[in-house]
């Protein structure tokens, strides 16, 4: 009887160790895909893969920067198109002024301030990006009043958000 427990945990173990490893295999892949990819659009920015906010999640976190620019992005591997669609309207749910963007992907919307977050799917890929443009550590920031702050914020952010969207919408993903 204890051999047959020890068996059977022991075949739950492999079988539970593999399908991690196959999530993190798909992962690395899809790691390397993109960065070399991004990497050759996106001149002048620094890559770096982030460890999984959720161990075992099968998500890729990556962080590129550039100066006092910052964009963070977590693409999810869902199962399917429709898991991931209904991850789609699940992270939108409660957001106000959502702003449906045309030409990325199978659909992508804006839901942040100055166009600062974005959610963009493609088939069974859900693709965060999410800017930050840190100017009140800019040299000159201390001239600067608050509103011109915001506005250079925003002037900022907004080719920023075109460039990665537009990359994130068209690099090979499978």
Known sequence: MKSSISTLLIVLGLIFSSAVGQENLELDRL??????????????????????????????????????RIVMVAIAVRATADDAKNEVREALRYRKGIEQLIGFGNEAYDSGINGSNIVLRRGRYVIYININAEVDADEDARILSRSQREEKRKSEVQPIRKEFTLVYSTVDLE
Do not use: A, H, M
């Open 31 to 68: 790691e390397q895909k993109t960065s070399i990819q991004l990497k050759q659009q996106v001149s002048g920015w620094s890559y770096k893969r982030l460890p999984p906010f959720t161990p075992g999640s099968n998500v890729l976190d990556q962080k590129w920067s550039s100066g006092n």
